[in-house]
């Protein structure tokens, strides 16, 4: 839905230049661990009232188009708020659909497997106790330092484009 309207406009030479200043502020502010503006999003994880007393279907309907793709529910990591850049960043409706496609796929598979290994990790009963917390802490910077790092690298490919979507 979101690629179909943003790559219907024309905003791809805008789209890239703002991907650029995007990724490299919250690439830096992640990699070096410095507090700095956060990252767009929302302060609930999972909005009840979207869910509560509603049929199968529009549990499937809500799920899959808002709260799995993470739309508003909270994601600490400033990568995701590049999805919106990057779909307007491209030239026609069937990129930024297949952009769209991607990334949603790349974020649901990245998710299932880091629940599916952490609950193989996890030890019978640790889930609550000290360990676990300071191991999910631990996890939570490798992941914000990994997500700034691959912040970097998507802003240096979109400077890239950029001088040649404007040259």
């Not at 991607?102 to 019978?124: Q, V």
Request: aromatic share 6%; proline share 6%.
């Amino acid at each position: 839905m979101l690629g179909l309207c943003l790559g219907a406009l024309p905003l791809a030479g805008a789209a890239l230049a703002v991907a650029v200043v995007y990724g490299c502020y919250y690439g830096l502010t992640e990699v070096t661990g410095r507090r700095g503006l956060a990252p767009p999003g929302r302060t609930w994880q999972v909005p009840q009232t979207m869910v509560i007393s509603a049929s199968p279907g529009r549990r499937v309907v809500v799920w899959g188009a808002i709260l799995g793709p993470g739309f508003a529910t909270r994601n600490p990591y400033a990568g995701f708020g590049l999805l919106p850049l990057l779909v307007a960043a491209m030239s026609g409706v069937r990129a930024a659909l297949m952009v769209g496609a991607a990334i949603g796929l790349a974020h649901g598979s990245a998710r299932a497997l880091a629940l599916l290994r952490d609950l193989r990790e996890l030890p019978a009963g640790s889930a609550g106790g000290p360990i676990g917390h300071l191991d999910l802490l631990l996890k939570t910077v490798y992941w914000r330092r990994l997500d700034g790092c691959i912040l970097l690298v998507i802003a240096a490919a979109a400077a890239a484009a950029t001088v040649h979507h404007f040259t």
